[in-house]
């Protein structure tokens, strides 16, 4: 039997793929009994920050990344296929459908006991997953950091507001995907330079709410509050979360000197989500300085962002490139406190925290897949010791994978991560490790661009 704690993302995949092994699984959960500062529902597999999962094409680390767990039979993936919504040339869905697919799925599992209760301490005995989530604390977090032999770490996180979509003013604003991927998935909110730089200086100077042991200096980089982007120049944010390069407004063809995307939230279209513009300011000043935006001078702010502290453990010290913890190999860490950052490498910690621990309770060989591909170069990451003083949270990208031999090196950069992610996902195909009957899509023979992004057909395959 294995033992799961936490019905997260990393949480309900690691218990799915040990259920689908054919192991018997408890999984506990301590929603609705309690829930963390960040939660607003019961169901598992909430999404707090956004509702995107980032890139799904070859040419992106993160598409790449999901490719991968698709070939391997993810439940995220496929409920999150389930209930996307448009978003250009990313991932993003619909968030109650997909935390509601994900409870089903696992509730109704026939080898999944899911067991409502607030963990004090990590069993010692028999095999077990922790995937409690970057906000752990209380008693259990003193368990964690007695079994580990280590402190924990931390750095500070925020999320986007949510708009009422026919409250945004469509004469200052026009419905295009960047660089024509797509169709006319996001809401595009332009700034000429006068009223950005009038935006950007009342951004700046704007009134935060109180969040201890917060400075700039400890915020996520790939997270990044907006204001804190402010701070650091008018061009820093103006080329990134309101980066104008690949926009133009089809009724004129004009680009503008900055723009606000809006990204739908849910399948309906009745909520936006402020695309890059995670924030801690104080609840007002959100609504007076994202009101100077003209498009939003009227907007319904249904949802705040709001910012927390995560935490994470010192990986390279305490855990193993299988994610087990060194000084108690019976258990293994899962999710964002592994330092792995963002939602799809938190599922992919816990498909492969998930699978190795199958293997062990079944007595097989626990081989770590191949730093070649992006579900193995999270693994390596964590667990390599020149990652530490100090160890930081990364999501995946290309960086964290081995370059291409020198006869398949070239120029081209979007042609480089494409032929990366072909050797990625071929040696995954080919490869007997971690064997059981599983499904994917796509013809062998054909190109992985076709077979994943293309046209899907299903077939039977045994790996």
Request: aromatic share 8%.
């Amino acid at each position: 039997m294995i033992n799961v704690i936490g019905a997260g993302l990393a949480g309900c995949e690691a218990a799915w793929q040990c259920a689908e092994r054919g192991l018997t699984v408890t999984l506990t959960e301590m929603k609705p009994l309690r829930r963390s500062p960040a939660h607003k529902s019961d169901g598992f597999a909430e999404l707090v920050c956004s509702n995107s999962l980032r890139g799904d094409r070859l040419e992106n680390a993160a598409g790449l990344l999901k490719a991968e767990l698709r070939l391997r039979g993810s439940l995220i993936l496929r409920c999150a296929d389930k209930t996307r919504v448009p978003a250009g040339g990313a991932l993003a869905v619909d968030r109650e459908a997909f935390s509601a697919a994900v409870t089903e799925a696992v509730r109704t599992h026939p080898r999944i006991t899911v067991v409502c209760d607030e963990m004090k301490t990590l069993p010692r005995e028999g095999f077990v997953i922790a995937a409690t989530g970057p906000l752990t604390d209380g008693a259990l977090a003193e368990d964690l950091t007695s079994l580990l032999g280590t402190g924990t770490l931390s750095f500070f996180d925020a999320s986007a507001p949510l708009i009422a979509s026919d409250s945004v003013d469509m004469r200052f604003a026009y419905e295009s995907a960047r660089y024509g991927r797509g169709g006319a998935d996001y809401i595009n909110c332009p700034m000429d330079k006068e009223t950005f730089l009038a935006f950007h200086a009342e951004l700046r100077s704007a009134r935060e709410a109180p969040v201890q042991g917060f400075d700039d200096s400890r915020v996520f980089e790939g997270c990044m509050p907006v204001e804190v982007m402010a701070r650091r120049g008018a061009d820093t944010l103006r080329f990134s979360a309101m980066r104008p390069i690949g926009l133009r407004d089809p009724a004129t063809g004009k680009g503008a000197y900055a723009v606000l995307q809006l990204r739908r939230d849910n399948a309906a279209g009745t909520v936006y989500n402020m695309v890059g513009f995670q924030t801690h300011l104080a609840f007002p000043e959100q609504k007076r300085v994202f009101s100077m935006i003209p498009a939003l001078r009227g907007a319904e702010f249904l949802q705040y962002g709001v910012m927390h502290r995560n935490s994470y453990v010192d990986a390279p010290r305490c855990l193993d490139e299988t994610y087990r913890v060194k000084n108690h190999p019976s258990i293994r860490l899962a999710g964002q406190i592994t330092g792995v950052e963002g939602y799809i490498e938190s599922v992919a910690s816990g498909f492969s925290a998930g699978v190795y621990a199958a293997a062990e309770a079944l007595g097989q060989a626990v081989t770590p897949f191949s730093s070649e591909t992006a579900i193995g170069a999270l693994g390596a990451y964590i667990a390599n010791p020149a990652n530490g003083n100090p160890f930081r949270p990364t999501k995946i990208h290309f960086g964290l994978l081995p370059p291409l031999p020198d006869d398949q090196t070239t120029r081209d950069k979007q042609e480089k991560y494409r032929r990366i992610s072909e050797r990625a996902l071929r040696l995954l195909t080919s490869n007997s490790q971690h064997r059981y009957h599983g499904k994917f899509f796509g013809n062998p023979k054909e190109p992985f661009s076709k077979r994943f992004f293309g046209r899907r057909r299903r077939k039977e395959c045994t790996f």
